[in-house]
C-alpha cells in the first residue's frame, strides 16, 4: 500500500514537471514565431507545412505582404517589440490539428499593449514541441484601432491610390 502511494507520488511530480517542460518549450515556440512577425520574417512565422502522414492541413495564414503592413505599421505605432509574456492559452481541435489561442502582453518601445495570436501547433520530425504557426496576431489599441494581422479571409481590405492593398481597423 505504502509503495503504491510513493508510485503515485512520483508519477504526479514527473506528470508535473514534463508538462511545465512542454508548455515552456511552446511558450517560446510562440514568442519567437511573434517576435518573426514583428521583425517581418514570413516564412518564420507563417512557416509551410511539409507533407507527412502527421502533418496537418495547412490553416488559412497572413501573407507575406499582410505582415509586411502589419510590422510596418507596429514599428511606426510603438516601436521596437522588446518583451513578449502570455497571460492565458486555450487549445482546441483534433490530435493532429491544434490551433492554440493565447492572450498576450506587449511590450514595446513607445507603449505597453495587450492582445491574442493563434497558432497552428505542426508537429516537427525532429523535435518533441510542436513548431507554432501564426495564423492571427492582435494588438489592442483603444486609441489608433486595433492592429490585427489575420488571413485575407477573415481580414477587411480596401485598396489604396496605388492598388496595393491595405488592412483596415474591423
Known amino acids: ?11 504526479a511530480v514527473t506528470l508535473e514537471a514534463l508538462s511545465d517542460w512542454f508548455m515552456k518549450n511552446l511558450d517560446r515556440n510562440m514568442s519567437a514565431s511573434i517576435r518573426s512577425a514583428f521583425a517581418n520574417d514570413h516564412s518564420s512565422c507563417v512557416m509551410d507545412i ?7 492541413i495547412a490553416r488559412p495564414a497572413p501573407t507575406a ?5 502589419f510590422a510596418n505599421q507596429a514599428k511606426q505605432r510603438y516601436g521596437e517589440l522588446q518583451n513578449i509574456s502570455f497571460v492565458s ?3 482546441n481541435g483534433g490530435m493532429l490539428n491544434v490551433v492554440m489561442t493565447s492572450a498576450i502582453t506587449l511590450r514595446f518601445e513607445r507603449k505597453d499593449a495587450t ?11 525532429a523535435q518533441w514541441i510542436p513548431a507554432a504557426r501564426l495564423i492571427e496576431l492582435t494588438v489592442d489599441d483603444a486609441k489608433l484601432g486595433d492592429l490585427v494581422l489575420a488571413p485575407l479571409a477573415d481580414t477587411k481590405h480596401s485598396s489604396d491610390p496605388a492598388g496595393q492593398p491595405s488592412l483596415t481597423n474591423p
Open 89 to 91: 492559452q486555450v487549445g
Open 115 to 125: 492582445g491574442s495570436a493563434v497558432f497552428q501547433l505542426v508537429p516537427q520530425n
Open 65 to 69: 505582404q499582410q505582415l509586411s503592413l
Open 1 to 11: 500500500m505504502i509503495l503504491s502511494l510513493v508510485g503515485l507520488v512520483v508519477q
Open 50 to 56: 511539409a507533407a507527412s502522414p502527421l502533418a496537418p
